[in-house]
């Protein structure tokens, strides 16, 4: 009201001169006089309201709000305050997942005759999707099932810590065609969606890099050692041990996968992917089996401390 306070003080000057006035050319003068007053208070009136409800709009909001809403603070050059501006959440069906494609063999595929010449298919892409802050990583899978012109989509949530799968979706495919990450995101986006706010994952951009990796301050590298049963299966496929062990080039080593007895003719670590809020990177595997036409790359994913 302190505007309309001062416009009626401006105002005010001429009402009196009209009261000095006879009582025609009061009534003329005073009538049209205080309507106008009226009507500028009433509109000065509407205008603090609005300006109190709208410095108050952040400061109150409803858990639907919180949920839907997030918000982020910027600043102003010209005003010198910080701005609000609020952004609409976002879920798996509003990422573009092409963009977060990685094929795995792309470090290792040329030096290790990884090809289709050498009798070797590498037909899995895999989607970086995410980390959570306590090495929870989140992916997809998508690969071509040998010898039936089909595709298998999967979704995974794996504990870097313990390299636990926490959530496996698998696309149905139901239309004979197998699955596609598209098909299952449109499948179940609303699953997805869910198992990502419930580990507390958050869609970040990540790269695939060659290990090693360095920084500056930490360095680690993943070798091999395979060890060879002696024994076969149905007298073809070779039989074997192997770890893949991470060294930080100071302090030592240590096993961070291992398996036994697996029908596997070799094993490759392909790079990895860190996450944005720790010290731990994603390793990503490749077993050489053999399969229907030759041999396949199948791949899985190891976590790995490096602080």
Do not use: W
């Not at 006089?33 to 500028?40: A, N, R, W």
């Amino acid at each position: 009201m302190n505007n309309a306070a001062g416009l009626y003080t401006v105002v005010a000057g001429g009402v009196l001169t009209a009261m000095k006035t006879n009582a025609t050319s009061r009534f003329s003068v005073l009538f049209p006089t205080m309507t106008l007053i009226c009507i500028l208070c009433f509109s000065c009136s509407k205008k603090d309201d609005a300006q109190l409800s709208d410095e108050h709009l952040s400061d109150v909001s409803s858990p639907a709000q919180e949920q839907v809403l997030h918000s982020i603070s910027e600043f102003s050059a010209e005003q010198g305050e910080p701005v609000l501006r609020q952004e609409k959440a976002i879920g798996i069906q509003d990422v573009d997942v092409s963009k977060l494609m990685v094929k795995p063999s792309v470090f290792v595929a040329e030096k290790n005759n990884l090809d289709s010449l050498h009798c070797v298919y590498d037909n899995t892409i895999l989607y970086a999707i995410g980390f959570s802050k306590d090495g929870h990583f989140a992916f997809m899978e998508q690969q071509m099932l040998e010898g039936t012109g089909c595709s298998e989509a999967s979704f995974y949530i794996q504990d870097l810590v313990s390299d636990e799968i926490l959530v496996n979706l698998q696309g149905s495919g139901n239309d004979g065609n197998g699955s596609t990450v598209d098909s299952l995101i449109e499948e179940y986006h609303a699953e997805i969606d869910d198992a990502l706010a419930q580990y507390d994952i958050a869609m970040v951009p990540c790269q695939f890099k060659e290990l090693p990796y360095e920084d500056g301050e930490s360095f680690a590298d993943i070798q091999v050692s395979v060890t060879d049963t002696g024994r076969l299966m149905h007298e073809m496929f070779r039989i074997i041990n192997y770890e893949c062990v991470a060294s930080d080039g100071k302090r030592g080593s240590k096993i961070v996968s291992a398996k036994k007895n697996v029908t596997v003719d070799d094993v490759y670590v392909c790079g990895y992917i860190k996450s944005p809020f720790e010290g731990r990177l994603a390793i990503v595997i490749a077993e050489k089996r053999f399969g229907f036409e030759g041999f396949d790359l199948h791949y899985s994913i190891v976590g790995c401390r490096i602080d």
